[in-house]
């Protein structure tokens, strides 16, 4: 049995003050004990699940700011990505992805969830092993000690309605069959570790049709649970394309097509109309949102204050990474609101209830859902991931329970994580990793080799 004792934890029932949690060997928490008076400052939270990374693309971040000659979109970024991704072999992904995941643990979250669609060699032709790119990111979180929600990408297409994927396209093309000997490895090589969930995902409306997908679904129906993405309804490019081809607005065309429910993730749902917002919400899905990107990349603004009032799930991801920070992501997310209503505090959740508190909340259990995984909160039977917080850093000090994720959040981008936990291992000691210098090392040589050959 392992105790963390700590003067303070958020519980489910609240702040609480001197908190033990013991932690079992196989890493869940066993029993929390309240009032035992600890000697060691810090507040103890549940960690966040990151629910939307492309871990290749942490190795472009910030190379895509220079403008081009024609009107930079969306689109105009994702071709450089793609050039970017074409030459990544399966060591360097691992490589690019374990400097991610240990960034990802350093700023608190605990999980994330990989939406992996880089599957085949440069020229579209099967690695050996069928799953081997997806298998890389595994271990690359299994190596660091973050929890995985893996989501091989289904990607058939090019385009709504079933068009032929381009060149840049063909590394990621599988048909149903494929798709799903890729997932049976995944689930074979996860198989009774606690911190690994095998998921899939559709990469949108424009890779999939509902006959490859539903073939896929159908497949897989056995696995109660099991996570399901999307990304949806991101630019409004997409939205036109959709309503040519279908007649209907995207998420639309989603809700008439597929059985939407608690198990699925629509990264993005950036533009929906009310009855959209109100669909969404009532099906129980999980919102996928990624600030930092969707402000990045020029997307617009989620309809997050009707959605929060229908009850609606959400949760947040770093997507490009060019911010690996859970709180860039709540910070961009609440200020998007205020810009666009003209107030503060929007999504405070009520009169007198702290912004950062209740964001904080309906991420870290969206966030659980979204991956299919018994973490989110700090309760007894949940895995024992968790964030230990530095209450003596300057950002921190002299502040009380929800001020405590107010200030973290809403005040400047100094880190306050000190440990941080996974499965209850400690994998993040003092704001330090044990292989932070080698993963580095490697991070570095692999950039360096891409870079040569672009
Ligand atoms: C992606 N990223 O798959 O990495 C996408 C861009 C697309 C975001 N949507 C490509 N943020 O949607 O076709
Ligand atoms: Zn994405």
Request: proline share 3%; with cysteine; glycine share 10%.
């Amino acid at each position: 049995m392992k105790i963390l004792h700590l003067k303070s934890a958020l519980l489910p029932e609240g702040w609480t003050r001197n908190v033990q949690i013991s932690i079992d060997g196989s890493g869940n928490i066993a029993e929390i004990k309240t009032g035992v008076p600890a000697a060691k400052e810090g507040c103890l939270l549940p960690g966040i699940a990151n629910l939307h990374s492309h871990a290749h693309q942490r190795a472009m971040a910030g190379l895509a700011e220079k403008a081009g000659d024609s009107n930079d979109s969306f689109w105009t970024w994702r071709k450089t990505m793609y050039g970017f991704l074409d030459s990544i072999k399966p060591e360097q992904l691992n490589a690019i992805a374990a400097q991610l995941y240990l960034e990802l643990l350093k700023s608190g979250y605990t999980r994330v969830a990989e939406f992996q669609y880089l599957h085949h060699q440069k020229d579209g032709a099967q690695h050996d092993n069928v799953a081997e790119m997806s298998l890389q990111t595994l271990a690359a979180a299994r190596n660091v000690g973050l929890g995985i929600t893996n989501l091989p990408v289904h990607y058939q297409f090019g385009g709504f309605g079933g068009l032929p994927t381009s060149d840049q396209q063909r590394r990621f093309a599988n048909n149903p069959e494929q798709f799903l000997s890729i997932v049976e490895k995944l689930r074979e090589s996860g198989k009774g570790d606690d911190d690994v969930v095998t998921g899939i995902a559709a990469h949108s409306l424009r890779a999939v049709t509902k006959q490859s997908f539903g073939e896929i679904l159908g497949a897989l129906s056995q696995n109660a649970g099991m996570p399901i993405h999307i990304h949806i309804a991101e630019q409004t490019r997409e939205v036109d394309d959709c309503i040519s081809w279908s007649g209907a607005r995207p998420v639309e065309y989603l809700y008439q097509h597929f059985d939407v429910n608690p198990n699925w993730c629509l990264i993005h749902a950036t533009h929906m109309t009310s009855d959209e917002t109100l669909t969404m919400a009532r099906s129980g899905a999980v919102a996928g949102l990624c600030p930092t990107t969707e402000g990045n990349l020029g997307d617009g603004f989620f309809n997050a204050t009707q959605y929060l009032e229908a009850g609606g799930k959400l949760g947040i991801g770093s997507d490009s990474h060019i911010s690996t920070s859970p709180t860039e992501e709540l910070r961009w997310f609440e200020y998007g609101q205020r810009l666009i209503h003209h107030s503060r505090n929007q999504l405070s959740g009520g009169f007198n209830r702290s912004t950062g508190r209740n964001l904080f909340d309906i991420v870290a259990s969206g966030g659980a859902q979204a991956c299919g995984h018994n973490s989110g909160a700090i309760e007894v039977g949940k895995r024992a991931d968790l964030v230990v917080l530095d209450t003596e850093h300057s950002l921190l000090c002299e502040r009380q329970e929800d001020e405590l994720l107010d200030s973290w959040i809403f005040s400047g981008n100094e880190n306050p994580v000190r440990d941080v936990y996974v499965g209850g291992k400690q994998v993040i000691d003092n704001g330090h990793h044990i292989n932070e210098i080698e993963i580095r090392q490697r991070f570095r040589a692999t950039l360096k080799a891409l870079r040569q050959n672009q």
